[in-house]
């Protein structure tokens, strides 16, 4: 069985976009591969390393995003980044054959340092983090957003790189998996749903917080009479309705009456409210399950267990390559 890596820094909450783009793959291929969902607390610090008792909460409460979509801790392991030590040793060994000037050339780190405004080591660093973890694990298939591809390049060369090297194959190559919605714009209609643009539907939200951000949609804001023709282009509420809802036909008849009047905004927003709440309601009821930090904690036990012995494999005969073992 192939092994498959993915993880997500505890930032912040999970919202809509990551459970099209990323968490629902998660779940229907935890059980093709042998799975590890890394909860990225290392690679978090870079860049809110001012703020660690937030990222430790936020860390414990993606466990709970986590399983309460359906990532199963017996099918799959649940493990904290900072919780083996050996991909510490692994990055420090991949930063010696990174070079700088081609690290800053990487367009997702560019893009982030630009939006970020930081400039400290770690946070320049860490595709150096990441690639140890991909390395490290020795894992083949990474589901990820498409913004994050330049990462799985750069992780490949740093891998061929040094099994050329050193004439061995202790690196194995990985792949991205891309899922078919790899961006969902936000609320607001700006181009993605981010939590610093304070644009989200976060997966714990109440229905009612739901239905206030949805009522706060634009639509088209020339349609103000239920019998005037409405425009479906930019219309923020058709964009979410054309994702979201399980009855297309229907919705495109019901988009074929708004543009020649007769269907009220209202209307649109009721069946999108309708549709998101019941595509959240069960992962909201499995999460009011998930009040017992012991039973968490245990969960993380269990994949630092799990993980260490699968990345001790691998990190082992690459430390040997380079330190005298005592
Ligand atoms: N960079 C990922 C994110 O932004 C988190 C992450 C850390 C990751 N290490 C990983 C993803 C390894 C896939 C594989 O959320």
Same mark, same amino acid.
């Given at each position: 069985m192939k092994t498959l890596l993915s993880g997500d820094r505890p =930032?912040? =909450? !999970?919202? !809509?976009g990551h459970l099209l783009g990323s968490?629902?793959?998660r779940v229907s291929l935890q059980s093709q591969f042998n799975s590890y969902f890394l909860i990225a607390d290392i690679q978090a610090h870079t860049d809110n390393y001012l703020r660690p008792e937030e990222i430790k909460a936020f860390a414990l409460d993606l466990v709970k995003d986590y399983i309460s979509v359906g990532i199963n801790p017996s099918l799959s392991s649940i493990v904290l980044q900072s919780s083996l030590t050996p991909l510490l040793e692994l990055t420090q060994i991949l930063s010696h054959f990174t070079n700088l000037n081609h690290l800053k050339q990487n367009p997702t780190l560019k893009t982030e340092l630009a939006q970020?405004?930081?400039?400290?080591? =770690?946070?320049?660093?860490?595709?150096?983090?990441?690639a140890a973890d991909i390395l490290g694990f020795g894992a083949e298939v990474i589901p990820v957003g498409i913004d994050q591809t330049p990462i799985i390049e750069f992780t490949n060369t740093l891998a061929k790189g040094i099994n050329q090297h050193f004439k061995t194959t202790l690196l194995s190559p990985c792949e991205a998996l891309l899922s078919p919605v790899s961006r969902l714009k936000?609320?607001?209609g700006s181009s993605k749903m981010s939590k610093s643009m304070n644009n989200c539907i976060f997966l714990k939200d109440s229905a009612d917080e739901v239905k206030k951000k949805v009522?706060?949609?634009?639509?088209?804001?020339?349609? #103000?009479?239920?019998h005037q023709p409405g425009k479906i282009e930019g219309n923020v509420v058709v964009y979410f309705l054309d994702i979201l809802d399980p009855r297309q036909a229907e919705l495109a008849d019901l988009k074929a009456q708004y543009q020649t009047g007769g269907v009220a905004d209202i209307m649109l927003k009721n069946r999108l409210v309708d549709i998101i709440n019941a595509r959240l309601e069960? #992962?909201?009821a499995k999460r009011k399950e998930l009040n017992d930090n012991a039973y968490l904690l245990n #969960?993380?036990?269990?994949?630092?267990?799990?993980? !260490?012995s699968k990345i001790n494999k691998?990190?082992?005969? #690459?430390?040997?390559?380079?330190?005298?073992?005592l």
């Open positions: =930032s912040g =909450s !999970l919202h !809509l968490l629902e793959a970020r405004k930081v400039n400290n080591l =770690s946070f320049l660093s860490y595709p150096v983090s990441q936000g609320v607001d009522y706060k949609m634009f639509t088209d804001p020339s349609h #103000i009479h239920v069960p #992962i909201r #969960i993380l036990k269990q994949g630092q267990a799990d993980s !260490l691998v990190i082992k005969p #690459i430390k040997e390559l380079f330190y005298l073992s």
